[in-house]
């Protein structure tokens, strides 16, 4: 293991001349691959075993942002890089505090254990990604991605053969679901892959830079500033002081890409179709019963949608239907969404306490045509990872005249113009077909108006269609790479 200190160490581009996109360093000890997002990059052995194996190959055929590829063409990216990325950025992070602290006595047990959480850390994903853990809460079916990704993770140790004993495999597995045992002297290396504690982690630096280069959006902050200013302080990963603007930039990227591609409303509304159509086939495919066994579940990726497709079984007709409206670009539309007061009283005087079924039921009795089965109601939650809460007050920097002493930085000592509020919640409605959008977008609007008439709430009126190149307050909308309301 004497060789892994170099594995993650920065792979020198001028003197780099590769023909292949990966290759054998050689040592014959790692792989070279050639990463859009973090350059040459060298991963050892022990993680291409993994990499090598059925459970870990299958994440070529998971979109890393689900239905957004049916809207941002250069969304094409998979779960599969992501994981590698996070891996290297892992291995990366914990051999710079080896380097810049030998006190904390990091081994190469260590960064072996903390690059295999990194590169683990997505298996359990399931078709179309976070879509799908959304339809299984929907359904009421217990499931989380990270739960299934330590069930398989100990699938492919066993199933391939792999020599890792019991308390390294609790070990990686206790690190992707980030929560430490009482017990766990080194502390901070949870804070490296999945960091309940501040949210400051490798996955987000590596999803965040991955997915604004597919999108085309920009990306406003510098993962690699942070990692490098920064050490180990109370057994906490902490940051130079100068660096916490750079962190918010972090949080509001979040933010931004929630707001203009994860939630965007056409890929909810294929989301949907998604839903409807896995809902469809769930009795004839046993989806539900396969998410309980992780040899069954493996199969389970976005190719469910070809194999709907491409079935003759009349059992699957409802939800082949769904599918080929995807194809021809049928599609559910949102009729209407509003944004949720932030003020508790104002809160109460609206249909939003009310639950979905209660909200449907309202809009259908105010609609002309319209039937419970028509529509759907979404709730979008947005923040900046800790519900509504700052995530940066729970991050501690040091000083570069002390770097022993941690210390919290009040958003009021670092701007004004930073906000007061870090969450937002919307209510939408979806109609399943198009032509019953302006019924929905009228009774919807009724239905808030009845409860709230003051100027928040006071919408074009919908006696009038509303020009779709126009938002409720009658700017002109900004258009993300779509060229019209329902995308690409």
């Not at 996109?21 to 050689?26: A, E, G, I, N, R």
């Not at 949870?190 to 999803?207: G, L, M, P």
């Not at 280069?213 to 990306?219: D, E, P, R, S, W």
């Not at 209660?358 to 109601?377: F, M």
Request: proline share 5%; with cysteine.
């Amino acid at each position: 293991m004497a060789e892994t200190n170099e594995f993650f160490e920065e792979f020198d581009r001028s003197s780099a001349t590769l023909s292949q996109m990966s290759v054998l360093d050689t040592t014959g000890q790692s792989r070279i691959i050639n990463d859009p997002v973090h350059g040459h990059v060298s991963i050892p052995k022990y993680c291409y075993e993994v990499i090598d194996t059925p459970q870990f190959q299958r994440l070529r055929d998971l979109k890393q942002l689900g239905t957004s590829y049916f809207v941002f063409p250069g969304a094409s990216h998979n779960r599969f890089e992501h994981s590698l990325g996070v891996c290297y950025l892992a291995g990366k992070f914990v051999n710079t505090l080896r380097k810049k602290q030998p006190e904390l006595l990091i081994t190469d047990e260590d960064i072996k254990l903390v690059s295999l959480a990194g590169l683990c850390h997505d298996l359990g994903h399931g078709p179309f990604s976070h879509a799908f853990e959304n339809w299984a809460a929907r359904c009421g079916v217990p499931f989380h991605h990270e739960e299934m990704s330590k069930d398989l993770l100990q699938l492919l140790v066993d199933d391939n053969h792999l020599d890792y004993t019991k308390e390294e495999i609790g070990f990686i597995q206790d690190l992707i679901g980030g929560k430490p045992h009482a017990s766990q002297e080194k502390r901070f290396l949870f804070d490296i892959v999945a960091n309940s504690r501040t949210s400051v982690d490798v996955d987000k630096f590596d999803y965040l830079a991955r997915d604004c280069i597919n999108v085309g959006m920009k990306n406003s902050y510098d993962h690699s500033r942070l990692m490098k200013f920064s050490r180990v302080i109370n057994n906490e990963i902490c940051f130079l002081s100068k660096e916490v603007y750079n962190v918010y930039e972090m949080f509001h990227t979040r933010y931004s890409m929630h707001k203009l591609v994860y939630s965007h409303k056409v890929a909810k509304a294929i989301e949907f179709m998604i839903f409807d159509a896995i809902s469809a086939a769930n009795v004839h495919l046993k989806i539900s019963e396969r998410i309980q066994d992780p040899k069954r579940y493996v199969y389970l990726t976005d190719g469910i949608l070809k194999d709907i497709e491409a079935s003759e079984d009349p059992a699957l007709s409802a939800s082949r239907a769904i599918v080929q409206r995807i194809r021809r670009r049928e599609l559910y539309k949102m009729a209407d969404e509003i944004l949720v007061p932030a003020d508790p009283q104002r809160r109460r005087h609206t249909p939003l306490e009310l639950s979905d079924a209660e909200i449907s039921k309202a809009v259908v009795s105010l609609s002309r045509t319209l039937q419970i089965e028509d529509i759907i109601i979404d709730r979008v939650k947005m923040n900046y990872a800790m519900k509504d809460q700052n995530p940066v007050d729970s991050v501690h920097f040091f000083s570069k005249w002390d770097a022993t002493e941690s210390f919290s930085i009040p958003k009021q000592k670092v701007s004004l113009l930073i906000p007061e509020q870090f969450s937002e919640n919307y209510v939408r409605v979806f109609v399943r077909r198009p032509e019953q959008a302006f019924d929905a977008q009228e009774a919807f609007r009724k239905l808030f108006h009845m409860c709230d008439p003051s100027p928040a709430h006071s919408l074009p009126s919908p006696s009038q269609k509303p020009n779709p190149g126009v938002d409720l307050t009658g700017k002109k909308k900004r258009k993300l790479f779509a060229e019209d309301d329902s995308g690409l």
